[in-house]
């Protein structure tokens, strides 16, 4: 059984302060890894995506995995109110027959003016 | 140009009514998927087309039935549904052609109530 953990929130930060987000991962055969964003009653949308262990950061955003301890984190820099939302953590595990994305719960993120 | 696009929006439909869901791409992806997703849940993988093959169901009744009559479109057609199936249906696409990435693109979604 392939698990994806998050804290459900809601985590609540001031406007321009670090929003720092947490996943862990149960497969340690799992290949890729994303964060997406998903305001309410609308679709995920893609944030960040990371293959390999270490930092990458993509203007606000810094992805950070480590593979050893099977974490993935979202770091968001000079947080706004339009950050408002639930983030999802996936983890892609490739099969033959295709891609088997499976998600955590999601955190929800509510930054403060 | 990362679109994928599904029709309708939102979608009522009664227990024993037939309808179809739609979603389309046009960014040469192979692989197209469907997922379900209820209230404050994160989605849910029901089905993978790659190739236009059918390589992933995930044990899903079988009131829904998939279909990808071509490498951009994906269907989902619906029969004699339960109130519980009312959900956000998500439709995905990745590429699976070199350089295969595993990211995937959702599009809006349609917003389906059983009643």
């Known amino acids: 059984q392939k698990e994806v953990e998050q804290n459900s929130g809601p985590l609540s930060v001031p406007e321009g302060a670090i929003a720092s987000l947490n996943c862990t991962y149960s497969?340690?055969?799992?290949?890729?890894f994303f964060w997406y964003r998903q305001y309410s009653g609308k679709s995920p949308e893609l944030i960040m995506f990371?293959?390999?262990?270490g930092d990458k950061e993509d203007g606000r955003f810094t992805a950070q995995l480590n593979k050893a301890s099977q974490y993935v984190s979202l770091l968001i820099r000079d947080s706004q109110p339009s950050d408002s939302a639930t983030y999802l953590c996936?983890?892609?595990?490739?099969?033959?027959?295709?891609?088997?994305?499976?998600f955590g719960g999601g955190t929800r993120l509510m930054v403060k003016p | 140009d990362t679109e994928v696009t599904q029709t309708p929006k939102h979608l009522v439909m009664g227990m024993t009514n037939k309808k179809s869901l739609k979603c389309e791409q046009h960014?040469?992806?192979?692989?197209m998927y469907w997922y379900k997703q209820k209230a404050k849940k994160p989605p849910e993988l029901m089905f993978v087309?790659?190739?236009?093959?059918?390589?992933i169901n995930e044990s899903v009744p079988s009131r829904f039935s998939p279909e990808c009559p071509n490498s951009s479109l994906l269907n989902l057609h619906l029969h004699a549904l339960q109130p519980e199936d009312s959900a956000l249906y998500l439709c995905?696409?990745?590429?699976?052609?070199?350089?295969?990435?595993?990211?995937?693109?959702f599009g809006p979604g349609t917003r389906l109530t059983v009643l």
């Open positions: 995905a696409s990745s590429q699976e052609a070199p350089p295969i990435t595993d990211t995937q693109y």
């Open positions: 960014m040469g992806h192979r692989a």
């Open positions: 990371i293959y390999s262990n």
């Open positions: 996936a983890v892609n595990f490739r099969y033959n027959a295709g891609n088997m994305l499976t």
């Open positions: 497969d340690r055969g799992s290949q890729s």
């Open positions: 087309y790659s190739y236009e093959k059918l390589s």
